[in-house]
C-alpha cells in the first residue's frame, strides 16, 4: 500500500470518527422502540447483498433504510444504523474475511456520506424543499451516490493507479439504476402525516428504466447497419419534399408563437432555457445512429406543464438548434440545421396542445396526466418525424427506424418524465427556484445512461463479425 493511500484511509476514517462521535455526543430518539425497530431492520437489510452484472462486488439493501432514515429519523438515529449495517455488509455473508482498516474505511465512508445527506437536504435545504418528500430523497439519493462513489473510488485509485474518473466508471456503472430504484420505493412508503402525494408515482419509472433498458443491453447484439448514417448533403426528392413541409411547419409554428407571445414568469423561462441550452452540450450518442439525447427534455417538459404554450415552442426551436449544431461530430447540412429544431417544436406544441387542452377536462391539473400525456406524445411525434424522413432518405421500413430510434430514446425519456414530475411538484410545493435542485438526478441518469452506451459501443467494436 503506497503512502498516498495509507494518508487517504487515515483521513476517512478520522474524519468519520469525528461526525460518529459528535453525533453519539447529542444522541437522542424521539420513540426508543421504533429507532430499535429500525436498526434491526437496517442490520438485516445490510446482510441482504446484490451482486450486479459485471462487478466483483456487491450492494447491500442497507441504503434502503438510509433513505428512510434521512427522511423520518434525526441524524443520530440514521447514522447509528448505517454504520451497524456497515459493520454488518463487512462481516457477514462475505467471499474473503475483512482486515480491521477495511471495516474501519467503511465505518467512516458511511459516516460520512450519511452525515453530508443529512446537512445539505435537512439542513441547507430545509426551508426551500422540506415539505415535499420525494424532492429531499432525491438530492439525498444523488449526495449519498457521489460523496460513496468517490471515497470508495479513490482509494481504488489509490491502490491500483488507475485514474479516478475509470474506476468510477467501471464499478459503479450498475450502481445508480440501484439507487433510482431505492428512491423509488422509499419515497412512496406512506408516513404518519405525509400522505403519498399522486405526482410521486412517477418515480416508479426509474424501475422501467432498469427492467427495459439496463437488462436488455446484456442481450442487445446491434442493429446490421448504421441508421442515419448517409450524409452526403443531397436528399432524395421525396425526403426533400418532406423536410420542406416540417420546416415550413415549424416556422410558422414560430411565428405564431412570437406574434401571441406571453409569459407569467420571465425570469423563470430565461432560466429554463439558458439551462436547457447549457444541457445541450451533454450527448449521448447512440450506437450506430447519427442522432444524440440530452438532458435537455427534462426542461422542456417541466415547461410544458407549468410554461406557455409559446414558451415551450421557443425553448424547443432552440433546443433543436443548439442540439444540431452544437459539438456534431461532422458538420450538419442546411436540411439538418432546419429540420431538427422544427421537428422539436412541433412534437413540443402536439405534447402542449394535446395534455394542456384537448384533454384538460379530463387531466384537470393532474401533474402525473399531464407529463404521462406529454411525455408520450413529445417522445412519440419527434422519433415519428425521425423515423419519416430515415425512411424517405435510405429506403428503411418506417416501424424499423422507429422502434430503433424509439428503443433507445423510451427509457431516457421515462426517467426524465419521473424527475420533470419531482422537479415540478417541488415548484408548487415550494418554489420553482427551489425545484432546480432535482435537476442533478438527471445529470447522474446521463452519466449511468451515457457510461453504459460507450460499453456497449466498445463490445460491439470488439465482437466477431
Given at each position: 500500500?503506497?503512502?498516498?493511500?495509507?494518508?487517504?484511509?487515515?483521513?476517512?476514517?478520522?474524519?468519520?470518527?469525528?461526525?460518529?462521535?459528535?453525533?453519539?455526543?447529542?444522541?437522542s430518539?424521539?420513540d426508543?422502540?421504533?429507532?430499535?425497530?429500525?436498526?434491526?431492520?437496517?442490520?438485516?437489510?445490510?446482510?441482504?447483498?446484490?451482486?450486479?452484472?459485471?462487478?466483483?462486488g456487491?450492494?447491500?439493501?442497507?441504503?434502503?433504510f438510509?433513505?428512510?432514515?434521512?427522511?423520518?429519523?434525526?441524524?443520530?438515529?440514521?447514522?447509528?444504523?448505517?454504520?451497524?449495517?456497515?459493520?454488518?455488509?463487512?462481516?457477514?455473508?462475505?467471499?474473503?474475511?475483512?482486515?480491521?482498516?477495511?471495516?474501519?474505511?467503511?465505518?467512516?465512508?458511511?459516516?460520512i456520506?450519511?452525515?453530508?445527506?443529512?446537512?445539505?437536504?435537512?439542513?441547507?435545504?430545509?426551508?426551500r424543499?422540506?415539505?415535499?418528500?420525494?424532492?429531499?430523497?432525491?438530492?439525498?439519493?444523488?449526495?449519498?451516490?457521489?460523496?460513496?462513489?468517490?471515497?470508495?473510488?479513490?482509494?481504488?485509485?489509490?491502490?491500483?493507479?488507475?485514474?479516478?474518473?475509470?474506476?468510477?466508471?467501471?464499478?459503479?456503472?450498475?450502481?445508480f439504476?440501484?439507487?433510482?430504484?431505492?428512491?423509488?420505493?422509499?419515497?412512496?412508503?406512506?408516513?404518519?402525516?405525509?400522505?403519498?402525494?399522486g405526482?410521486?408515482?412517477?418515480?416508479?419509472?426509474?424501475?422501467?428504466?432498469?427492467?427495459?433498458?439496463?437488462?436488455?443491453?446484456?442481450?442487445?447484439?446491434?442493429?446490421?447497419?448504421?441508421?442515419?448514417?448517409?450524409?452526403?448533403?443531397?436528399?432524395?426528392?421525396?425526403?426533400?419534399?418532406?423536410?420542406a413541409?416540417?420546416?415550413?411547419?415549424?416556422?410558422?409554428?414560430?411565428?405564431?408563437?412570437?406574434?401571441?407571445?406571453?409569459?407569467?414568469?420571465?425570469?423563470?423561462?430565461?432560466?429554463?432555457?439558458?439551462?436547457?441550452?447549457?444541457?445541450?452540450?451533454?450527448?449521448?450518442?447512440?450506437?450506430?445512429?447519427?442522432?444524440?439525447?440530452?438532458?435537455?427534455?427534462?426542461?422542456?417538459?417541466?415547461?410544458?406543464?407549468?410554461?406557455?404554450?409559446?414558451?415551450?415552442?421557443?425553448?424547443?426551436?432552440?433546443?433543436?438548434?443548439?442540439?444540431?449544431?452544437?459539438?456534431?461530430?461532422?458538420?450538419?447540412?442546411?436540411?439538418?440545421?432546419?429540420?431538427?429544431?422544427?421537428?422539436?417544436?412541433?412534437?413540443?406544441?402536439?405534447?402542449?396542445?394535446?395534455?394542456?387542452?384537448?384533454?384538460?377536462?379530463?387531466l384537470?391539473?393532474?401533474?402525473?396526466g399531464?407529463?404521462?400525456?406529454?411525455?408520450?406524445?413529445?417522445?412519440?411525434?419527434?422519433?415519428?418525424l425521425?423515423?419519416?424522413?430515415?425512411e424517405?432518405?435510405?429506403?428503411?421500413?418506417?416501424?424499423?427506424?422507429w422502434?430503433?430510434?424509439?428503443?433507445?430514446?423510451?427509457?431516457?425519456?421515462?426517467?426524465?418524465?419521473?424527475?420533470?414530475?419531482?422537479?415540478?411538484?417541488?415548484?408548487?410545493?415550494?418554489?420553482?427556484?427551489?425545484?432546480?435542485?432535482?435537476?442533478?438526478?438527471m445529470?447522474l441518469?446521463?452519466?449511468?445512461?451515457?457510461?453504459?452506451?460507450?460499453?456497449?459501443?466498445?463490445?460491439?467494436?470488439?465482437?466477431?463479425?
Amino acid at each position: 500500500m503506497t503512502k498516498a493511500a495509507k494518508v487517504y484511509i487515515g483521513s476517512v476514517i478520522a474524519a468519520g470518527g469525528v461526525v460518529l462521535a459528535a453525533s453519539l455526543a447529542n444522541w437522542s430518539s424521539p420513540d426508543p422502540l421504533k429507532w430499535a425497530i429500525y436498526l434491526a431492520l437496517a442490520v438485516l437489510a445490510s446482510v441482504v447483498k446484490l451482486r450486479l452484472p459485471g462487478l466483483d462486488g456487491s450492494y447491500s439493501l442497507g441504503f434502503l433504510f438510509v433513505l428512510y432514515g434521512v427522511a423520518h429519523c434525526n441524524l443520530p438515529e440514521t447514522l447509528m444504523a448505517a454504520c451497524a449495517g456497515a459493520v454488518a455488509t463487512c462481516l457477514v455473508n462475505t467471499r474473503k474475511r475483512p482486515s480491521l482498516v477495511q471495516v474501519l474505511f467503511n465505518i467512516g465512508n458511511v459516516a460520512i456520506s450519511v452525515s453530508s445527506c443529512f446537512m445539505l437536504s435537512r439542513v441547507w435545504l430545509a426551508p426551500r424543499i422540506a415539505q415535499y418528500l420525494p424532492a429531499v430523497l432525491a438530492v439525498a439519493a444523488c449526495t449519498y451516490f457521489v460523496v460513496n462513489t468517490v471515497l470508495v473510488s479513490g482509494v481504488l485509485s489509490l491502490l491500483r493507479g488507475k485514474r479516478l474518473a475509470g474506476v468510477c466508471s467501471e464499478w459503479y456503472v450498475w450502481s445508480f439504476p440501484y439507487y433510482l430504484i431505492g428512491v423509488a420505493l422509499v419515497g412512496l412508503l406512506p408516513s404518519e402525516g405525509r400522505p403519498v402525494p399522486g405526482e410521486a408515482w412517477l418515480i416508479l419509472l426509474p424501475l422501467v428504466y432498469l427492467v427495459h433498458f439496463f437488462l436488455g443491453l446484456l442481450h442487445w447484439h446491434g442493429a446490421p447497419a448504421a441508421i442515419g448514417g448517409q450524409s452526403n448533403g443531397v436528399l432524395p426528392p421525396a425526403a426533400g419534399r418532406f423536410v420542406a413541409v416540417v420546416v415550413a411547419a415549424g416556422l410558422l409554428l414560430l411565428a405564431v408563437a412570437a406574434m401571441n407571445w406571453q409569459s407569467r414568469s420571465p425570469a423563470r423561462f430565461v432560466t429554463y432555457l439558458a439551462l436547457a441550452m447549457c444541457a445541450c452540450a451533454l450527448k449521448i450518442r447512440l450506437p450506430r445512429m447519427r442522432g444524440t439525447l440530452t438532458p435537455a427534455f427534462v426542461l422542456l417538459l417541466a415547461s410544458i406543464v407549468d410554461l406557455s404554450l409559446e414558451e415551450t415552442v421557443l425553448m424547443a426551436t432552440a433546443l433543436g438548434l443548439v442540439q444540431a449544431v452544437w459539438r456534431c461530430k461532422q458538420r450538419p447540412t442546411l436540411a439538418q440545421v432546419l429540420f431538427n429544431p422544427a421537428c422539436l417544436a412541433l412534437s413540443g406544441a402536439c405534447a402542449y396542445v394535446l395534455s394542456r387542452a384537448v384533454l384538460a377536462p379530463w387531466l384537470g391539473n393532474s401533474v402525473v396526466g399531464v407529463l404521462v400525456i406529454g411525455t408520450i406524445v413529445l417522445n412519440g411525434c419527434n422519433t415519428l418525424l425521425v423515423g419519416a424522413v430515415l425512411e424517405l432518405i435510405e429506403g428503411r421500413p418506417l416501424g424499423s427506424a422507429w422502434q430503433f430510434c424509439h428503443y433507445w430514446s423510451l427509457p431516457y425519456y421515462l426517467v426524465g418524465a419521473a424527475v420533470a414530475g419531482i422537479m415540478v411538484a417541488t415548484s408548487r410545493t415550494a418554489s420553482w427556484p427551489a425545484s432546480l435542485l432535482v435537476l442533478p438526478l438527471m445529470g447522474l441518469v446521463y452519466v449511468s445512461y451515457r457510461v453504459h452506451l460507450e460499453q456497449l459501443v466498445d463490445r460491439s467494436a470488439q465482437a466477431p463479425a
